[in-house]
């Protein structure tokens, strides 16, 4: 009863979300947009049919396969595009997909690898922006002339590269967050939360072991991930190429890869910012004028991957009551064991 109760609440709010999105974009605007890129949109949209097709592909790596059998294919796919739909339109930190994704998984399997299943794909997701950024700045190293504030701005996302492949580190191999929650139940008052953190020590603990398993112990599955990830992020710039040729503007794939890399460093760098509104503009804005593209462009991309954004939040949106219906009927008639990989 509890977690269909979850699934309705979360499908209630973000029904109500998804349409506050659609009044703030202008529903005049979305549909003048609509028309301005014509027939392309739908190869737009394919483009994230496609990107989400590898991000299933992930993630069924990191499930394992008898889990991943449990779920099916399909279903993986309709969990995994309803959670980025929810984490778009969470306001503040995009983290709503991930409860939702771990609740339904729960139905599968036990709560610690739940939850491990969750933080291990949710990790290799931001270990692929990583390499994709890395990407990204050897193009700009290469393609773009240099010069002192340039060197400075490539510094910092440098360093901020390395912090990120650090905090990766001591999270999945020297159990940095079973660590942390035992150093906070220490030092937290009042007591009594300090207590219940302890009490929970153990799960935290058996989830840690589980990530950590995954990384050391199915190094060939962690490594396809990983592929299958950034290859989405590759995949994902043909839609910037698309946008532009429908104002038939050329921009070539190396181009393209350090427009969405760039971006989306910054955006991630912004997480705090609702739903990203007026952040992607600017930044957008800014960026289009170092690839050697009027500036102004930089803002009609932002309105058509909106557009693309509310379909795919749209169909996210409508898979929810279908995964609940579907992790309702296989919990009656298939109660989900522990099993490992």
Same mark, same amino acid.
């Given at each position: ?10 499908? +209630? ?9 659609? =009044?703030? &974009? ?14 392309? !949109? !739908? ?12 991000? %299933? ?5 990191? #499930?394992?396969?008898?889990? #991943? ?18 984490? =778009?339109?969470?306001? *503040? ?6 409860? &939702? ?13 739940? $939850?491990? %299943?969750?933080?291990?794909? &949710? ?18 190293? *290469?393609?773009?002339?240099? %010069? ?6 490539? !510094? ?6 390395? #912090?990120?492949?650090s905090l990766f580190y001591a999270i999945f =191999? ?10 906070? $139940? ?59 040729? #429908? ?27 609702? !739903? ?34 509310? +379909? ?6 409508? *898979? ?6 579907? %992790? ?14």
């Open positions: 009863m509890k977690s269909k109760t979850i699934n309705n609440v979360i499908f +209630a709010v973000s029904i109500l979300l998804f349409l506050f999105i659609l =009044y703030r &974009y202008g529903f005049g605007e979305f549909v003048a947009n609509v028309q301005k890129v014509g027939f392309k !949109l !739908l190869p737009i949209i394919g483009v994230w049919l496609g990107v989400y097709v590898l991000n %299933t592909c992930a993630l069924r790596l990191v #499930a394992g396969r008898d889990l #991943a059998h449990r779920i099916g294919l399909g279903r993986l796919f309709a969990l995994l595009v309803s959670s980025f739909s929810l984490n =778009y339109i969470t306001p *503040f930190v995009a983290l709503g997909g991930e409860v &939702y994704k771990t609740n339904v998984l729960m139905e599968y399997t036990d709560a610690p690898r739940a $939850a491990s %299943t969750v933080a291990n794909y &949710y990790s290799l997701h931001v270990l692929s922006h990583v390499l994709f950024w890395m990407l990204g700045l050897v193009y700009f190293v *290469f393609n773009v002339q240099m %010069t002192g504030d340039l060197v400075q701005i490539l !510094l910092m996302i440098g360093v901020f590269i390395v #912090a990120m492949i =191999y020297r159990n940095f967050l079973s660590g942390t929650v035992g150093f906070l $139940a220490r030092i937290i008052r009042p007591k009594s939360l300090g207590e219940k953190l302890r009490a929970a020590q153990p799960g935290v603990e058996k989830t840690a072991a589980q990530m950590k398993e995954f990384y050391v112990s199915r190094r060939g599955s962690f490594l396809l991930g990983v592929f299958a990830e950034l290859l989405a992020r590759l995949f994902s710039c043909v839609e910037i190429m698309i946008i532009l040729s #429908a104002i038939d503007i050329d921009m070539t794939f190396g181009q393209a890869m350090f427009f969405v890399g760039l971006s989306s460093l910054l955006l991630n760098l912004l997480f705090f910012i609702p !739903l990203q509104m007026g952040s992607r503009e600017g930044i957008f804005y800014m960026i289009m004028t170092t690839v050697g593209i009027s500036s102004g462009v930089g803002v009609y991309i932002s309105l058509i991957t909106r557009i693309r954004e509310l +379909a795919w939040i749209f169909i996210g949106l409508m *898979f929810l009551p279908i995964n609940k219906i579907r %992790t309702r009927q296989h919990s009656k008639g298939n109660p989900a064991p522990e099993v490992g990989e």
